[in-house]
């Protein structure tokens, strides 16, 4: 049961649909340009050779499963080595280090060491720097070209969060030229700060263990933030952090990692491991205050690890708590329309009417979704170890990691 439940933070859990985008945009943030882990690729190979698409280059790296941004021919992606956290820039096209910033970050009592110290939270990149979050939710923001240090925080220290028990893992987003980060703890759930300095905005909530990523939706014109905590969904107002709704959403480890997927029609699916299963809700505002009405709940089609993926009237996923298969459920019903066995729990992403899908023992499969099934094109064993992380695909070149090694991949 324990390790079900600790299938844990994948890169910090799920899909960040409708958040704001940095401007032009490569894949600099959490779930890509758009945020949703759909992106314009060209056309890509319709299958690769037995032993996988060509490899551009290779290398060593560290533990974490944080995934890995990518701005103006540069990798950025953070790993642990002993007590430090590395933050480092890679260059996409060799895979040689441009630069490294390593920081202390010990691993004090109160956590759960048995599935990873991280980092697991995705960096963020935003005008000429990048925004990274550490296991004990101790921030970095560096100069993208350099290195150097613009701003730190010690949460843990100075406002005096208790990170989540397996460690910090939402991703932080950009709102308004603002940066929003997931903390914990008493009064300290999530923060709005200064994207120049660091300064706290707000500061609200008494989140705890929240591993979800937030994601910023538009209800009826009005921005608010969703986000799943340990036991239910919540919408605040970006402005002040303020509670506009709420909806009890609970499992029997009170673990929810995979961020909510929103789509224009003001539907949101929420999904976890275990008893809480899917449910998708409507969201609506009238006379200044959301609505929130269920839809459908299902343990048919639940996401508890990695993410999920809504392309027109369908959902994908990664699903089952004991059997795993990649699924695909009706938007509307939550109906399973087909099921594909032979693959652990996984991540992917969709490009060229394709899902790309990593599964945790390191299986790499390119696979075309239709309206009744998944057509298995291609697949073969590209790692060895735990392979948490969501690959990212810029172009046709994908760049995928497990806790040793880096791989850029030519899907042309």
């Not at 032993?51 to 995934?67: I, K, M, N, T």
């Not at 697991?120 to 939710?137: C, Q, R, W």
């Not at 939402?170 to 709102?175: N, R, T, V």
Request: one cysteine or more.
């Amino acid at each position: 049961m324990k390790t079900r439940m600790a299938m844990f933070v994948s890169a910090c859990a799920g899909i960040l649909v409708g958040a704001a985008a940095p401007a032009h945009a490569q894949w600099q943030q959490w779930g890509g340009p758009d945020g949703n882990f759909v992106v314009e690729s060209g056309k890509l190979a319709d299958e690769w050779p037995k032993d996988g698409p060509s490899v551009v280059w290779q290398r060593e790296l560290g533990d974490g499963y944080s995934a890995i941004a990518v701005d103006g021919g540069t990798l950025f992606t953070t790993y642990r080595t002993g007590d430090n956290e590395v933050v480092v820039a890679i260059d996409a096209a060799t895979g040689k280090t441009k630069w490294e910033h390593a920081y202390s970050a010990p691993i004090g009592k109160g956590y759960e060491k048995r599935f990873g110290l991280g980092p697991h939270a995705t960096p963020l990149i935003v005008g000429d720097n990048v925004y990274t979050l550490g296991f004990t939710a101790k921030l970095c923001c560096l100069n993208k070209k350099t290195g150097k240090v613009v701003w730190t925080k010690d949460p843990e220290t100075e406002f005096g969060i208790t990170a989540p028990r397996f460690g910090a893992s939402a991703s932080p987003i950009l709102h308004d030229g603002k940066l929003l980060v997931v903390l914990g703890g008493k009064d300290n759930g999530i923060a709005l700060m200064s994207l120049n300095t660091g300064e706290v905005i707000w500061k609200r909530h008494s989140f705890e263990d929240t591993y979800s990523s937030p994601v910023i939706v538009n209800v009826d014109g009005q921005n608010q933030i969703a986000l799943l905590t340990s036991d239910k969904i919540v919408g605040l107002d970006p402005k002040n952090g303020d509670l506009l709704w709420e909806h009890g959403h609970v499992n029997q480890w009170k673990t929810n990692i995979s961020t909510p997927v929103y789509a224009k029609d003001g539907t949101l699916y929420v999904s976890s491991s275990g008893d809480s299963g899917a449910r998708m809700f409507k969201l609506s505002r009238k006379g200044g205050k959301t609505s929130v009405k269920a839809l459908w709940k299902s343990r048919k089609m639940q996401v508890g690890q990695g993410n999920a993926i809504r392309v027109a009237d369908r959902i994908f996923g990664s699903a089952g708590s004991q059997a795993t298969f990649i699924g695909a459920a009706d938007a509307q019903t939550g109906k399973v329309v087909w099921r594909e066995r032979g693959f652990s729990k996984a991540t992917m992403i969709y490009a060229d009417g394709k899902l790309i899908i990593l599964d945790e023992d390191g299986f790499l499969a390119l696979t075309r979704p239709g309206q009744d099934r998944l057509e298995v094109l291609s697949k073969f064993q590209l790692f060895k170890d735990r392979s948490w992380s969501i690959p990212t695909l810029v172009g046709k070149k994908l760049y995928v990691r497990d806790q040793k090694t880096i791989v850029a991949l030519d899907l042309g």
